[in-house]
């Protein structure tokens, strides 16, 4: 992950290495008199919805599968999201300019809304609709997985990033700092975390399975779209 701007700031302006081994007396009021920083990171997830409404060709049309000589017979429709607030209490020293700031960060893993689609040429309660329904639910799982992973990589991230520790800046900036950091640094990197999931869900939708759902509840699925295709 890269160095952050107002971290390397404060480096140059207390002497880096010296200054953290002989601690000037500002540095001395913020990291023994300040609270200390914290983060807090949380997870959730808000449930699922099945739509039986739209016909499979809509939905092959939406993940454009029918460019590799697939059929989407249902689909698992979600974004991982992510929402922080940022705060904490500041100690300012005039001699020096500067200023630093205790980080409280609280940051939010969620998915939007999970709706589950399929096609309705296949009733509830069929073979063929349990078979795809089912097969929608290995791509649930996989989601809820992937938060949980997002969640403990992010999570670590930011108790190191912190350590308790405060941040210093030039007066009047450690809290737009804090800030852009959340913002820009850390947004890009939960949603660089989201994005890993997608290879094991592109594993669940691997050609292999779809031979099988083809043979499915005796051949039921594939009669249904031979019908369908007339």
């Known amino acids: 992950m890269k160095h952050w701007l107002a971290f390397a700031m404060l480096l140059a302006a207390f002497g880096g290495a010296q200054a953290a081994a002989q601690r000037t007396p500002f540095q001395i009021r913020c990291e023994d008199t300040i609270t200390k920083s914290v983060s807090v990171l949380k997870a959730q997830q808000e449930g699922y919805t099945v739509n039986n409404q739209l016909p499979?060709?809509?939905?092959?049309?939406?993940?454009?599968?029918?460019?590799?000589?697939?059929q989407t017979l249902g689909l698992t429709v979600t974004q991982g999201m992510h929402k922080a607030l940022v705060g904490g209490p500041i100690l300012q020293d005039p001699a020096s300019g500067y200023e630093c700031i205790a980080p409280k960060v609280d940051i939010q893993l969620y998915?939007?809304?999970?709706?589950?689609?399929?096609?309705?040429?296949?009733?509830?309660?069929?073979?063929?609709?349990?078979?795809?329904?089912?097969?929608?639910?290995?791509?649930?799982?996989?989601?809820?997985d992937?938060?949980?992973?997002?969640?403990?990589?992010?999570?670590?991230?930011?108790?190191?990033?912190?350590?308790?520790?405060?941040?210093y800046a030039p007066s009047g900036t450690a809290m737009s700092a804090l800030q852009h950091e959340i913002s820009?640094?850390?947004?890009?990197?939960?949603?660089?975390?989201?994005?890993?999931?997608?290879?094991?869900?592109?594993?669940?939708?691997?050609?292999?399975?779809?031979?099988?759902?083809?043979?499915?509840?005796?051949?039921?699925?594939?009669?249904?779209?031979?019908?369908?295709?007339?």
């Open 184 to 230: 820009s640094t850390w947004f890009n990197f939960i949603r660089d975390e989201f994005e890993k999931g997608k290879a094991d869900q592109e594993k669940i939708d691997s050609p292999e399975e779809y031979a099988r759902l083809g043979k499915a509840c005796n051949g039921e699925i594939a009669q249904i779209l031979a019908r369908r295709r007339k």
């Open 111 to 144: 998915y939007a809304p999970v709706r589950i689609y399929v096609g309705n040429e296949f009733a509830p309660g069929t073979c063929a609709y349990q078979e795809i329904l089912a097969h929608e639910m290995r791509h649930l799982k996989a989601h809820m």
């Open 146 to 167: 992937n938060l949980a992973r997002v969640q403990k990589v992010v999570g670590d991230a930011l108790n190191k990033r912190f350590a308790g520790q405060p941040m």
């Open 56 to 70: 499979y060709r809509a939905l092959t049309t939406r993940t454009g599968s029918s460019n590799r000589g697939m």
